[in-house]
């Protein structure tokens, strides 16, 4: 399968069509933003170390019967994918309070939550991804009907637990993390777009340390030994 035209260019990742309509190329770039892109920057070797962490974990969750938009990885930094529509809610589950909901409910930062939260944003950067609720995201025609949003919060749960477990036994707290999903040619919803250090967080459960996008956000360190970390963790 080869690159033909440039289909879409997002933050992380540009995606090119291929000879089969149904079927995507997607390239993981270098690019950091935190913020919706206030702060900006360029790791060499992010992409590649996010498209192994992403792949190596799309294959767990297809394992354990997840439906995603993974068809294989092509090389260090491109996979093949399967079109899908995206749907424009952002699926944030969490398991740790930090970050916005730590802002914007007050709860302390590092506070163990009392079950999954699983939250809806509004996947449109111009709006800096407003939260929504299941009102909003009938009411702004985002999913089809009601029990798209039961199926989103379903999977969001699952894909969660199968996680959180394969992290606690890698000694990495699970904080929390951003998913996204598309609809087939088929009507299926599938797992989209990338899970990584990009869009998880994780804290080393020995010594608290952050090991994902908050280390460019927060300059607390080299992206890279942080996200090389993650990778040496999901391959043990
Ligand atoms: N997240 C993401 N993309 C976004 C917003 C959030 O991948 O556009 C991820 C983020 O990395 C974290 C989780 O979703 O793992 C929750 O993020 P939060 O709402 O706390 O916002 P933040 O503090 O990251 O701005």
């Not at 206030?38 to 799309?58: M, P, V, Y």
């Not at 890698?170 to 993390?177: A, E, G, I, K, Q």
Request: glycine fraction near 6%; charge should be neutral.
């Amino acid at each position: 399968m080869i690159k033909q035209e440039l289909l879409h260019e997002g933050k992380a990742k540009v995606l090119y069509k291929t000879q089969d309509k149904n079927l995507l190329i997607s390239e993981f770039k270098d690019d950091l933003t935190a913020g919706n892109a206030a702060k900006k920057g360029n790791e060499k070797g992010k992409g590649i170390l996010n498209c192994k962490i992403s792949t190596q974990l799309f294959e767990l969750l297809e394992k354990h019967g997840i439906k995603t938009h993974l068809v294989k990885m092509l090389n260090d930094n491109h996979q093949l994918i399967k079109k899908v529509d995206i749907i424009m809610i952002e699926v944030v589950v969490r398991n740790i309070a930090t970050g916005s909901l730590t802002k914007r409910l007050g709860v302390e930062d590092g506070t163990v939550l009392p079950f999954a939260l699983v939250e809806f944003y509004y996947k449109e950067d111009a709006l800096n991804d407003p939260i929504l609720n299941d009102e909003h995201c009938i009411m702004m025609d985002l999913v089809k009907s009601e029990s798209d949003l039961k199926e989103l919060k379903r999977l969001g749960r699952e894909i969660n637990s199968i996680l959180k477990m394969f992290f606690v036994k890698r000694r990495l707290n699970l904080v929390d993390f951003k998913v996204e999903f598309g609809v087939d040619n088929r009507g299926n919803i599938l797992l989209a777009d990338e899970i990584s250090p990009d869009s998880c967080r994780f804290w080393d459960m020995d010594t608290n340390e952050k090991l994902d996008k908050d280390v460019f956000r927060q300059n607390l360190g080299n992206v890279k030994v942080a996200y090389q970390e993650i990778l040496n963790r999901v391959l043990k």
